[in-house]
């Protein structure tokens, strides 16, 4: 079992910028891949920005150039961060957190499969 542990997140002006934080522990030997998703009100859970275990990155097309996803692997923690540059009143959601199985790099992830963060909410104004 893998625990994760969300930070950052907040309220930020069109155009600014904000860096989310995931802390991994447990079972991190178990992890093909990390990732953030997002969910909007009315609207379904979706990739944001992924990353595997060796490095490779996928990004939603609406945040490629804007947003970064990046790793750092301690002895028991994977420490997972999400750069958001120039951001868009459309970004706003609930960013989650998760970890676990490769089908989270592809965008295919399920709420029943891997962990999932709490969740941290992001608001952009216009």
Not at 54 to 61: E, F, K, L, P, Q
Not at 98 to 106: D, K, Q
């Amino acid at each position: 079992q893998v625990q994760l542990v969300e930070s950052g997140g907040g309220l930020v002006q069109a155009g600014g910028s904000l860096r989310l934080s995931c802390a991994a522990s447990g079972s991190i030997f178990s992890i093909l891949a990390m990732g953030w998703y997002r969910q909007a009100p009315g609207k379904q859970r979706a990739l944001v920005a992924a990353v595997t275990a060796g490095g490779r990155t996928n990004y939603a097309d609406s945040v490629k150039g804007r947003f970064t996803i990046s790793r750092d692997n301690a002895k028991n923690t994977v420490y997972l961060y999400l750069q958001m540059n120039s951001l868009k009143p459309e970004d706003t959601a609930v960013y989650y957190c998760t970890a676990g199985p490769i089908t989270i790099f592809y965008g295919h992830a399920a709420p029943q499969e891997g962990s999932w963060g709490r969740g941290t909410q992001v608001t952009v104004s216009s």
